[in-house]
């Protein structure tokens, strides 16, 4: 498996990968061009203002020497600032410190307490300034990276500074900044009732995010506790990180974890952001069993997670600034990275492997919309990065969990282990679909020698066979104890009989093996030239009626209709009257099979009704249709029409068998007429 095929394989789906991301983030992006906002002189402040109101009132400064001082932006003498270069607010990875100016006017009649808000939760240096119209200076938030988050004048996770402005005044606000990050930080304006507003939303959604990562986390070690698997560490590291980073991002952690730490603060992005792809290729590692099953994986895992921690111990003293923006480009590398291990592992073991995929696919998207907006400036419109990250990183941790309990589901049986009649009654049902299918691969066999009447059988057998599946599958899971065990005898005597008839015309049919056997759950497989009862004759002791045979017939394949998102329906307009049971069986079945098979959507209706002549059984449905040459033509055997081809799997046996079938017992199947939607097939009983 690590061959160089497999290696050039991997290594085109991991391109195909990188450019899907790259059209996912353009896509994703609203306009960020480089042309400089106009002045749009002070913002009249009639209520809060967001951020697309504030920024074209923005002016600004870069000072690389970091010699400006607020006194420089008092007076005639002030320096001159620019209209913002974009949109927003967004200077890059610069060493410079920042200087934004913001003039304003209250124009409500009542309003004089308001809040400068920067949703952002901590900055190795900000200041924010108030400059009235007479050039007196109040300082409403002053900070660096040894200040506590005691220093902050609002005790809230990100930056807010009350300012007052009475009706009519007009003031200056000057920020000043410098981060170790991108110099990204858009700035709002909020009264105290809109602020409270904010926070009250804010809070709810990272409480929900905190409880719901706590949970999984501490599933995760009750797991690892208890079934000492070492995925579960990992695991349990991953969703640790995820909750500190998302914590760190929102300053709940600066809030509530370290408050009087803000040197560790200002790198804690650093150290959880690496946490996140170490434990993540770790988790890959582990729980993709590389070493064992893929070794070359192995090794790009193993890379990358040694990439994040030699980055961390070169960088973290010489040029934090250059770390954090290379980690910026490692969260994509190493998305990317572990999403490939899964498509490589998935080649061969989907099914251990699909919850780990679903969640680096979930996790793809944030990744994407990060990285777009920290490395290249690339605003996503439709949702914030935080806000994508969390819902991204929920999935995903969501899904490594999933991922982790499916495999290891096996190891402990679950609190609600199904009752032992139900167990019982499962064993015996499957034991008899096993000898179904043991018959059904000798009849299958046959069919080669016993030509088109042979292929008839195949072809009957087939779509119950798969209904069955359906049906026994639904039980097996436990999605279904209420399944009306009845149900399944009709189809399976149905079967049982077809198989037998088969097994009783070939030469010493009359002492096959499979004639010796006998079906569990009560009922008896009788020798191939002794077809057994329909499970409805079989607890009755008489053959069903027209009733009798329509129910068994759409039970048998409701599964498979609602496994197509189909109503299947049966109306009997008609009472009840004898009628030869095997036969009709066989011929509505291939009517609903066929029905259901070329039905995309919408319903299938089987009818009984009573005519001048006669019973009539009609199926109709709201496929392409079946009339005129086109009815006729299917009738032919081995004949199938174009428009059909490419819609379902089939041999052209369908109504052709029907056909032979309705002519062997006197009946006549003819196709309804002035029908302008589906098709409708009538067979006259008379």
Same mark, same amino acid.
């Given at each position: 498996?690590?061959?160089?095929?497999?290696?050039?394989?991997?290594?085109?789906?991991?391109?195909?990968?990188?450019?899907?991301?790259?059209?996912?983030?353009?896509?994703?992006?609203?306009?960020?061009?480089?042309?400089?906002?106009?002045?749009?002189?002070?913002?009249?402040?009639?209520?809060?203002?967001?951020?697309?109101?504030?920024?074209?009132?923005?002016?600004?400064?870069?000072?690389?020497?970091?010699?400006?001082?607020?006194?420089?932006?008092?007076?005639?003498?002030?320096?001159?600032?620019?209209?913002?270069?974009?949109?927003?607010?967004?200077?890059?990875?610069?060493?410079?410190?920042?200087?934004?100016?913001?003039?304003?006017?209250?124009?409500?009649?009542?309003?004089?307490?308001?809040?400068?808000?920067?949703?952002?939760?901590?900055?190795?240096?900000?200041?924010?300034?108030?400059?009235?119209?007479?050039?007196?200076?109040?300082?409403?938030?002053?900070?660096?990276?040894?200040?506590?988050?005691?220093?902050?004048?609002?005790?809230?996770?990100?930056?807010?500074?009350?300012?007052?402005?009475?009706?009519?005044?007009?003031?200056?606000?000057?920020?000043?900044?410098?981060?170790?990050?991108?110099?990204?930080?858009?700035?709002?304006?909020?009264?105290?009732?809109?602020?409270?507003?904010?926070?009250?939303?804010?809070?709810?959604?990272?409480?929900?995010?905190?409880?719901?990562?706590?949970?999984?986390?501490?599933?995760?070690?009750?797991?690892?506790?208890?079934?000492?698997?070492?995925?579960?560490?990992?695991?349990?590291? =991953?969703?640790?990180?995820?909750?500190?980073?998302?914590?760190?991002?929102?300053?709940?952690?600066?809030? =509530?974890?370290?408050? &009087?730490?803000?040197?560790?603060?200002?790198?804690?992005?650093?150290?959880?952001?690496?946490?996140?792809?170490?434990?993540?290729?770790?988790?890959?590692?582990?729980?993709?069993?590389?070493?064992?099953?893929?070794?070359?994986?192995?090794?790009?895992?193993?890379?990358?997670?040694?990439?994040?921690?030699?980055?961390?111990?070169?960088?973290?003293?010489?040029?934090?600034?250059?770390?954090?923006?290379?980690?910026?480009?490692?969260?994509?590398?190493?998305?990317?990275?572990?999403?490939?291990?899964?498509?490589?592992?998935?080649?061969?073991?989907?099914?251990?492997?699909?919850?780990?995929?679903?969640?680096?696919?979930?996790?793809?998207?944030?990744?994407?919309?990060?990285?777009?907006?920290?490395?290249?400036?690339?605003?996503?419109?439709?949702?914030?990065?935080? &806000?994508?990250?969390?819902?991204?990183?929920?999935?995903?941790?969501?899904?490594?969990?999933?991922?982790?309990?499916?495999?290891?589901?096996?190891?402990?049986?679950?609190?609600?282990?199904?009752?032992?009649?139900?167990?019982?009654?499962?064993?015996?049902?499957?034991?008899?679909?096993?000898?179904?299918? @043991?018959?059904?691969?000798?009849?299958?066999?046959?069919?080669?020698?016993?030509?088109?009447?042979?292929?008839?059988?195949?072809?009957?057998?087939?779509?119950?066979?798969?209904?069955?599946?359906?049906?026994?599958?639904?039980?097996?899971?436990?999605?279904?104890?209420?399944?009306?065990?009845?149900?399944?005898?009709?189809?399976?005597?149905?079967? @049982?009989?077809?198989?037998?008839?088969?097994?009783?015309?070939?030469?010493?049919?009359?002492?096959?093996?499979?004639?010796?056997?006998?079906?569990?759950?009560?009922? !008896?497989?009788?020798?191939?030239?002794?077809?057994?009862?329909?499970?409805?004759?079989?607890?009755?002791?008489?053959?069903?009626?027209?009733?009798?045979?329509?129910?068994?017939?759409?039970?048998?394949?409701?599964?498979?209709?609602?496994?197509?998102?189909?109503?299947?329906?049966?109306?009997?307009?008609?009472?009840?009257?004898?009628?030869? !049971?095997?036969?009709?069986?066989?011929?509505?079945?291939?009517?609903?099979?066929?029905?259901?098979?070329?039905?995309?959507?919408?319903?299938?209706?089987?009818?009984?009704?009573?005519?001048?002549?006669?019973?009539?059984?009609?199926?109709? &449905?709201?496929?392409?249709?079946?009339?005129?040459?086109?009815?006729?033509?299917?009738?032919?055997?081995?004949?199938?029409?174009?428009?059909?081809? &490419?819609?379902?799997?089939?041999?052209?046996?369908?109504?052709?068998?029907?056909?032979?079938?309705?002519?062997?017992?006197?009946?006549?199947?003819?196709?309804?007429?002035?029908?302008?939607?589906?098709?409708?097939?009538?067979?006259?009983?008379?």
């Amino acid at each position: 498996m690590a061959g160089r095929g497999g290696v050039g394989i991997a290594a085109a789906e991991f391109i195909r990968l990188a450019w899907m991301v790259l059209a996912l983030a353009c896509a994703a992006a609203s306009g960020t061009g480089p042309a400089a906002a106009a002045d749009a002189g002070p913002l009249v402040l009639t209520g809060p203002a967001d951020g697309e109101t504030v920024n074209p009132h923005l002016r600004y400064r870069l000072d690389p020497g970091w010699t400006l001082s607020v006194a420089d932006f008092v007076g005639p003498a002030a320096v001159e600032m620019m209209p913002l270069p974009g949109p927003r607010p967004d200077f890059g990875y610069t060493n410079a410190k920042v200087w934004l100016r913001l003039d304003v006017v209250n124009a409500t009649d009542g309003l004089d307490e308001w809040r400068l808000f920067m949703p952002v939760s901590f900055l190795q240096r900000l200041a924010i300034y108030r400059i009235g119209s007479d050039g007196a200076v109040a300082t409403l938030f002053d900070i660096d990276e040894e200040s506590p988050f005691s220093a902050r004048p609002v005790d809230y996770p990100h930056i807010v500074a009350p300012f007052l402005l009475a009706p009519g005044e007009r003031a200056t606000l000057l920020v000043s900044y410098y981060s170790l990050g991108a110099a990204r930080h858009p700035v709002l304006i909020d009264t105290p009732e809109s602020f409270a507003s904010r926070a009250g939303v804010s809070t709810a959604k990272n409480y929900a995010f905190y409880g719901m990562m706590l949970v999984m986390t501490a599933l995760a070690a009750v797991a690892l506790v208890i079934l000492r698997q070492a995925v579960f560490a990992a695991y349990a590291a =991953y969703t640790s990180c995820i909750f500190l980073y998302i914590a760190h991002a929102d300053g709940m952690a600066f809030q =509530y974890l370290w408050p &009087d730490f803000p040197a560790f603060n200002s790198m804690a992005a650093t150290v959880t952001g690496s946490g996140l792809m170490v434990f993540g290729g770790v988790f890959a590692m582990s729980f993709l069993q590389t070493r064992r099953h893929h070794p070359i994986m192995h090794r790009v895992l193993l890379g990358v997670v040694l990439s994040v921690l030699a980055l961390d111990v070169v960088l973290w003293s010489i040029d934090p600034k250059l770390l954090n923006r290379l980690l910026v480009y490692m969260i994509l590398v190493s998305v990317l990275s572990f999403l490939a291990a899964g498509l490589v592992a998935a080649r061969t073991r989907f099914r251990e492997v699909r919850f780990y995929l679903f969640a680096w696919l979930a996790s793809l998207i944030p990744a994407s919309l990060f990285t777009a907006r920290f490395a290249f400036g690339i605003e996503a419109a439709f949702i914030t990065p935080y &806000d994508a990250i969390r819902l991204g990183l929920i999935f995903d941790a969501l899904m490594m969990g999933l991922a982790i309990f499916d495999r290891y589901n096996h190891l402990r049986q679950t609190a609600m282990e199904e009752t032992l009649a139900h167990a019982q009654r499962n064993l015996a049902l499957g034991q008899r679909l096993a000898l179904l299918e @043991e018959s059904y691969a000798e009849v299958s066999t046959q069919a080669r020698q016993r030509e088109e009447s042979v292929k008839d059988t195949v072809h009957d057998l087939r779509q119950p066979m798969h209904a069955l599946r359906l049906s026994l599958r639904q039980i097996f899971a436990g999605g279904n104890k209420t399944t009306d065990v009845g149900q399944i005898e009709s189809a399976l005597g149905y079967m @049982e009989r077809l198989v037998a008839d088969r097994l009783a015309d070939r030469p010493g049919g009359a002492t096959s093996a499979a004639g010796a056997r006998s079906a569990p759950g009560g009922g !008896a497989m009788v020798p191939p030239d002794s077809a057994p009862p329909p499970a409805s004759e079989a607890a009755t002791g008489t053959e069903p009626g027209l009733h009798g045979v329509l129910k068994g017939v759409v039970d048998m394949f409701a599964p498979e209709a609602a496994e197509k998102g189909l109503d299947l329906r049966l109306v009997l307009a008609a009472p009840d009257a004898p009628a030869a !049971a095997y036969p009709l069986m066989r011929v509505a079945a291939n009517l609903v099979s066929n029905a259901i098979k070329y039905t995309r959507q919408g319903r299938v209706v089987v009818g009984l009704r009573r005519g001048a002549s006669g019973y009539f059984v009609e199926v109709h &449905d709201t496929g392409p249709g079946l009339a005129g040459d086109a009815f006729e033509r299917a009738l032919l055997r081995n004949q199938r029409l174009e428009r059909d081809v &490419d819609a379902a799997e089939g041999s052209g046996l369908g109504l052709a068998v029907v056909k032979e079938v309705a002519d062997a017992n006197g009946w006549r199947l003819s196709a309804c007429a002035g029908r302008r939607t589906g098709a409708s097939l009538r067979l006259d009983l008379s």
